[in-house]
């Protein structure tokens, strides 16, 4: 079993950054692909970047240039450094571990993002 904390979420002025954190219950980053995805009010949950276990990273269109995936093995923790944040970017941010070869996935509770306009 894994656990995963998100924190860092808050309310920002368009045009902000914020640096979400994701701290796992243990060591994983050799065994789990770690990811960030959102979700807006009605909307679907959204995937927004991913680091590997090699460290790797990918991002959706709409958010590379503006959004760094990062991790601190030390510390079992994976961030999300947001800038240029926009009012449609407001949602539940929430953290993904995922080792699909062996069938688990685990998700954080989810932190809120809120940007005013």
């Known amino acids: 079993q894994v656990q995963l904390v998100e924190s860092g979420g808050g309310s920002v002025q368009a045009g902000g950054s914020l640096r979400l954190s994701c701290a796992a219950s243990?060591?994983?980053?050799?065994?789990?692909?770690m990811a960030w995805y959102r979700q807006a009010p009605g909307k679907r949950r959204e995937f927004l970047a991913y680091?590997?276990?090699?460290?790797?990273?990918n991002y959706t269109d709409s958010v590379k240039g503006r959004f760094t995936i990062s991790r601190d093995i030390a510390k079992n923790t994976v961030y999300l450094q947001m800038h240029s944040l926009e009012p449609e970017e407001t949602a539940v941010y929430y953290c993904?571990?995922?080792?699909?070869?062996?069938?688990?996935?685990?998700w954080g509770q989810g932190t809120q993002v809120t940007v005013s306009s």
């Open positions: 993904n571990a995922a080792a699909k070869v062996l069938g688990y996935e685990y």
């Open positions: 243990r060591s994983i980053f050799s065994i789990y692909t």
């Open positions: 680091i590997s276990t090699t460290g790797y990273t």
